[in-house]
C-alpha cells in the first residue's frame, strides 16, 4: 500500500524553486512591496536573498504564505 500524499504545499518544494518561481511570476518589486526588506528591494539576486531567508524566519514564513496562497488561487490540473 502506497503511503498517503502529503498535504503540506510546500512539501517538495525547495526554497530556491519557491523564490525563483514568485520573481518570474511577480517581480521584485511586488516581492519588496510584499515583504519590505532590502534584499528584495536594493540589487536583488536569488543568492543573497536565499541567505536572508534562510536566516530570518518571520521572511521566510512571509514568503512562502506568499507561495501558498498564489498557488492555492490556481484550480488543479484536470486529469
Given amino acids: 500500500m502506497p503511503a498517503p500524499a502529503s498535504r503540506d504545499p510546500l512539501h ?7 523564490l525563483t518561481e514568485i520573481v518570474a511570476e511577480f517581480g521584485w518589486d511586488e516581492l519588496g512591496d510584499r515583504v519590505p526588506v532590502r534584499c528584495f528591494r536594493f540589487d ?7 541567505t536572508f531567508l534562510r536566516k530570518t524566519p518571520w521572511a521566510r514564513a512571509r514568503v512562502e504564505e506568499i507561495y501558498v496562497h498564489w498557488k492555492a488561487s490556481f484550480p488543479p490540473p484536470a486529469v
Fill in 12 to 18: 517538495g518544494v525547495t526554497l530556491e524553486q519557491l
Fill in 44 to 50: 536583488p539576486s536569488i543568492k543573497s536573498s536565499l
